[in-house]
């Protein structure tokens, strides 16, 4: 006869199988045939055009409350008893985004690294900037970033690069490099700092990010020879004293 310590540790492995079963049933299930029964638990997030599993799979579409984010791809697997790890690339016209997921719950949110690039065309509307035409686009390096739905980002370093930054209206001339570091002072505390690797514009300030909220204050100075750009810049902020604009700006998110 089984003593009860035997019959639990038969209970306990048959148990494991059990699990191990249903992973193995969900990677290998299309996704698509089940998803309509799991969408709920999604949301805000929704699919469609599903190919490939839960585990391994995209999506032709992905929207975020009402808003299309674009096509995704995924490789996800569980790393902890509610949370995943993985890979989720999100593609679309103006940007590439690949999230290394550490570790991904319900109201938390643990990236390993944020790598890819933004276009122009999607940061240009912030500036209000009404004259010329710059082109360009934003390189995404960072690493430990820490979201949770009660403090918002917890913890962010890394940097964001503008590349091949240049003024293509009314007259082409290359805007160099401008890039913004941040570092996380204290849990809750984001503060980036913006420095220009350019011979005709001089960008500077800080944009820091709280629980919930962000500050940016921005000094946008051309140098000597190149005050056309004054004209170009004149929409963008307010006239700073001694020449060229700053941009005081606050928010939400």
Do not use: C
């Not at 199988?17 to 299930?29: F, K, R």
């Not at 032709?60 to 989720?88: D, Q, R, V």
């Not at 710059?134 to 964001?160: C, M, P, T, W």
């Not at 002072?185 to 350019?198: A, D, H, R």
Request: charged share 20%.
């Amino acid at each position: 006869m089984l003593s009860t310590g035997d019959r639990l540790l038969k209970l306990i492995k048959f148990a494991f199988v059990l699990l191990v079963i249903a992973v193995i049933v969900v990677a290998v299930t299309p996704l698509n045939l089940y998803y309509s029964y799991v969408s709920d638990y999604l949301r805000p997030v929704t699919l469609s055009g599903i190919s490939g599993s839960a585990v391994k799979g995209e999506a032709e579409k992905l929207t975020y409350l009402s808003a299309p984010i674009g096509k995704s791809e995924w490789l996800l697997y569980p790393n902890s008893i509610n949370g995943l790890g993985g890979k989720f690339r999100v593609t679309k016209e103006n940007y590439d985004l690949t999230f290394e997921i550490g570790s991904l719950q319900q109201d938390e949110a643990d990236f390993k690294k944020i790598l890819g690039y933004i276009d122009w065309k999607l940061i240009k509307p912030f500036l209000q900037m009404n004259n010329g035409q710059i082109d360009g686009y934003a390189q995404f390096n960072l690493e430990r970033v820490n979201y949770s739905k009660q403090n918002g980002i917890e913890h962010l370093e890394g940097s964001i690069t503008l590349e091949d930054f240049k003024l293509i209206k009314p007259t082409v001339k290359d805007l160099g490099q401008i890039r913004v570091d941040f570092e996380t002072k204290k849990l809750g505390m984001v503060v980036g700092q913006f420095k220009s690797e350019s011979t005709v514009l001089n960008v500077s300030g800080t944009i820091v990010i709280q629980p919930h909220r962000w500050q940016l204050h921005l000094d946008l100075i051309p140098k000597s020879g190149h005050f056309e750009l004054d004209a170009i810049l004149n929409s963008v902020g307010d006239r700073r004293n001694g020449g060229g604009r700053k941009l005081n700006l606050a928010g939400f998110y």
